[in-house]
């Protein structure tokens, strides 16, 4: 989908995309259109803020937008590089705008990340993970923080076929200001389904190398050498 202001020429195209609109600047009015040729169902969310909350992507100099509130992720087969913006601070309209230079050693970012539920792979449960993860409340208490960062782009593990939101917390004392959320499904060119279906290989693989070798250990006088081979051997089978 594609994210427009009026009377404003830049746009955004993508999944997992936002802008910011400035009380008394903005008309409050946001564009959405469909570029792709068929019904897609879409989910918006709004987010108000007070005056001091730190602006996210307000200091955006490598994102298509000046204000750029969004999450960027490339992933590969074993790590997902997470990118943003940094954030500004936010002021009253009577007061002096805090340039983007001092603005960032009092702003602090903190990464989280949320999984959905194993195996489901609907748009109501993508919708649902979304939302929660759109708010800063809901951020902080029902997923993982991750790590805190000053970098714009951080490495994270990629968990193929484990569908993950993540998002940032832009922090400056006592206010705080939540990105856009991101999603991935580590799947690469597969398909969310035949995806779906190397987690679970996977995760059988695991848990069935791992009780073979706690049943050869117990009930037979085999050495290491060939416990390792029936525990592979065994996992394989399990998992298929």
Same mark, same amino acid.
């Not at 398909?191 to 009780?211: R, V």
């Given at each position: 989908l594609t994210l427009f202001k009026p009377n404003d020429r830049k746009s955004i195209t993508g999944r997992n995309v936002g802008l910011v609109l400035f009380t008394g600047v903005d008309s409050g009015l946001v564009h959405i259109h469909n570029p792709n040729g068929v019904d897609v169902n879409a989910l918006v969310v709004t987010d108000q803020h007070v005056a001091y909350d730190p602006i996210p992507g307000g200091?955006?100099?490598?994102? +298509?937008?000046? &204000?750029? +509130?969004?999450?960027?992720?490339?992933?590969?087969?074993?790590?997902?590089?997470?990118?943003?913006?940094?954030?500004?601070?936010?002021?009253?309209?009577?007061?002096?705008? &805090?340039?983007c230079e001092k603005s960032q050693s009092d702003i602090e970012y903190n990464i989280y990340g949320y999984f959905?539920?194993?195996?489901?792979?609907?748009?109501?449960?993508? !919708?649902?993970?979304?939302?929660?993860?759109?708010?800063?409340?809901?951020?902080?208490?029902?997923?993982?923080?991750?790590?805190?960062?000053?970098?714009?782009?951080?490495?994270?593990?990629?968990?193929?076929?484990? +569908?993950? &939101?993540?998002?940032?917390?832009?922090?400056?004392?006592?206010?705080?200001?939540?990105? &856009? +959320?991101?999603?991935?499904?580590?799947?690469?060119?597969d398909?969310?389904?035949?995806?779906?279906?190397?987690?679970?290989? !996977?995760?059988?693989?695991?848990?069935?190398? !791992?009780?073979a070798y706690l049943l050869l250990i117990k009930y037979t006088e085999l050495n290491q050498s060939s416990i390792r081979i029936y525990t592979s051997a065994t996992g394989t089978i399990l998992a298929l």
């Open positions: 200091c955006s100099l490598e994102f +298509p937008l000046k &204000v750029s +509130p969004f999450l960027r992720l490339y992933e590969n087969q074993y790590f997902n590089r997470l990118e943003y913006q940094y954030a500004s601070i936010g002021s009253a309209k009577d007061l002096k705008h &805090v340039s959905l539920r194993e195996g489901d792979y609907t748009e109501k449960e993508y !919708f649902r993970a979304i939302t929660l993860m759109s708010n800063v409340s809901d951020i902080s208490n029902q997923s993982s923080k991750l790590m805190n960062t000053t970098a714009l782009r951080k490495y994270l593990y990629a968990y193929t076929g484990r +569908p993950v &939101v993540y998002n940032i917390i832009a922090t400056s004392h006592q206010f705080s200001s939540a990105y &856009v +959320p991101i999603v991935t499904y580590d799947c690469g060119n398909s969310i389904e035949h995806c779906g279906k190397h987690e679970m290989l !996977f995760f059988g693989l695991i848990d069935g190398s !791992f009780i």
